[in-house]
Nanobody, 121 residues
Framework: VQLVESGGGLVQAGGSLRLSCVASKRTFSNNAVGWFRQAPGKEREFVAAISWNGGIKTYADSVKGRFTISRDNGKNTVSLQMNSLKPEDTAVYYC???????????????WGQGTQVTVSS
């Protein structure tokens, strides 16, 4: 499965961005998907995840109430709507597809190449 992220960019604090993750295979619709981010000098961290049918969504505490994850299995796409962005949200954002239908303790099996999000103060 190949994953391609898009939608990153430069935005002022308080602004919004919408990231998209498009998969190359329809089997993507059977798997949970997560968004992760990595800031310079820091480890990659979990941001949000969505189950195979969109019924279960989980978020990191740092983004709850500001970010929303969604998916459209007909388009093999998972999106991350990011509102009220803060400078500390600046990072490379990656989507990852799990082998399971629900988020697991294992890392995603497939990863995209990442998209840069920069939030200026």
């Amino acid at each position: 499965v190949q994953l391609v992220e898009s939608g990153g960019g430069l935005v002022q604090a308080g602004g919004s961005l919408r990231l998209s993750c498009v998969a190359s295979k329809r089997t993507f619709s059977n798997n949970a998907v997560g968004w992760f981010r990595q800031a310079p000098g820091k480890e990659r961290e979990f941001v949000a995840a969505i189950s195979w049918n969109g019924g279960i969504k989980t978020y990191a505490d740092s983004v709850k109430g500001r970010f929303t994850i969604s998916r459209d299995n007909g388009k093999n796409t998972v999106s991350l709507q990011m509102n009220s962005l803060k400078p500390e949200d600046t990072a490379v954002y990656y989507c990852g597809s799990y082998l399971s239908s629900f988020r697991s303790t294992n890392s995603p099996r497939y990863w995209g190449q990442g998209t840069q999000v920069t939030v200026s103060s």
